[in-house]
């Protein structure tokens, strides 16, 4: 202000009845004299309690869907790691059946040379 620059700036004001606290948007600009010099200053104050709140839900639904997909991300990982993990231990435990197998006795097959 001392330097006699319009300004705009978001702040908080309390109110005296209840105590709540409320954004606004101040806005101010000088009035001059013909040398220049600030006779005084004309300002206006705006709620903008509501558009401070959208934007802070705005802010959590995004942080959300971050979240939402970093799950997704994990889950697809997993399967993705076990998959091939569990196909080998089923075919490791296949394998080790077959081995553990007697040997058939076969009839009537013979070899020739």
Not at 18 to 44: E, M, N, S, T
Not at 75 to 84: D, F, G, R, V
Request: a positive charge.
């Amino acid at each position: 202000m001392a330097g006699g620059s319009p300004f705009e700036n978001e702040v908080r004001y309390r109110r005296a009845a209840d105590g709540q606290y409320r954004w606004f948007l101040a806005r101010a600009v000088p009035l001059r004299d013909a040398r220049g010099k600030i006779v005084k200053w004309y300002g206006v104050s705006t709620d903008i309690e509501d558009r401070k709140r959208a934007e802070q839900l705005q802010s959590d639904l995004a942080h959300i869907n971050r979240v939402n997909t970093m799950g997704e991300l994990t889950a697809s990982l997993a399967h993705e790691i076990k998959q091939p993990i569990a196909a080998a231990i089923t075919s490791a435990n296949s394998c080790i059946e077959w081995l553990c197998m007697n040997r058939p006795t076969l009839i009537g097959h013979v070899r020739r040379p």
